[in-house]
């Protein structure tokens, strides 16, 4: 098994990327063909599922569940709210193929329900092996760069090595520790790889060698802790998120 399938493998990595996708196309423009070309907004709701789910292929996805009520997704025409009967098929699958582009299932059980004799895992497995041309998706939505194989085991070996450790501050010692569980992804211009942890957790040592635990949520001192173990990841070419 390659690194990078184990790296995709988990799913709490797995929910964050399908947090990080929804952040990005929760809100947007579809065009559908009707009598011509037709602009229609729409707008996902904040009531939503994040979950992974195994397809076909034996290997598990991020998925998005949509709440079941019918009304879930707000389309708009000219700015006014439209229930786009005509052509609601048509406008879920181009929002789907937005998804998918980032390998996310976008998950809508009302539209196998209205669709009896489908099994969802069967279409939805088939659509996310679909070779579509790049050319037919939206161009404004680009695939953000992926981090290779040899950068992901890159990241893997310095944060293990970083996840803990102590520090001066202030006349002060203080440890942290980084989450097991993170982000990797690759910023869009400067191609710098970023890591993201779930959490992070300081603590103060006192005198007599007690540990004082610094609670959340973040402050000044808390930032300038982030710098200072910020700065032994960039030491090694990794810029460390640390936006808890």
């Known amino acids: 098994m390659k690194f990078s399938e184990l790296f995709e493998s988990t799913e709490d990595v797995l ?3 399908a947090k990080h996708v929804y952040s990005a196309l929760k809100k947007g423009v579809l065009t559908v063909e009707c009598n011509g070309p037709k602009k229609i907004s729409y707008s996902l709701p ?3 599922e994040f979950k992974t789910i195994k397809l076909k292929d034996g290997k598990s996805y991020p998925c998005i569940e949509l709440p079941e009520e019918d009304d879930e997704i707000e389309w708009l025409e000219n700015g006014k709210k439209t229930n786009c009967t ?3 098929g048509e406008l879920f699958s181009l929002l ?5 582009k980032f390998k996310v299932v976008l998950l809508d059980y009302n539209f196998w329900i ?7 895992i069967e279409d939805i497995s088939q659509v996310m092996g679909v070779k ?3 050319e037919e998706l939206d161009e404004s939505i680009e695939v953000p760069p992926q981090p290779t194989e040899k950068q992901l085991k890159k990241v893997k070996s310095v944060y293990t090595a970083l996840k803990k450790g102590s520090f001066d501050f202030m006349g002060s010692k203080i440890n942290y520790k980084l989450s097991e569980n993170y982000y990797v992804e690759i910023s869009k211009y400067m191609n710098n790889i970023i890591v993201d942890p779930d959490d992070v957790a300081y603590t103060i040592v006192t005198d007599d060698n007690r540990e004082i635990k610094i609670e959340k949520p973040e402050t000044i001192l808390t930032k300038k802790l982030g710098q200072r173990v910020s700065e032994r990841f960039k030491q090694f070419g990794i810029i460390l998120s640390l936006n808890l």
């Open 114 to 120: 209205e669709h009896p004799g489908h099994d969802y």
């Open 86 to 88: 005509d052509y609601t």
């Open 96 to 100: 789907n193929l937005r998804f998918i």
């Open 15 to 17: 929910i964050k990327r």
């Open 132 to 134: 579509y041309n790049e």
């Open 46 to 48: 904040n009531n939503v």
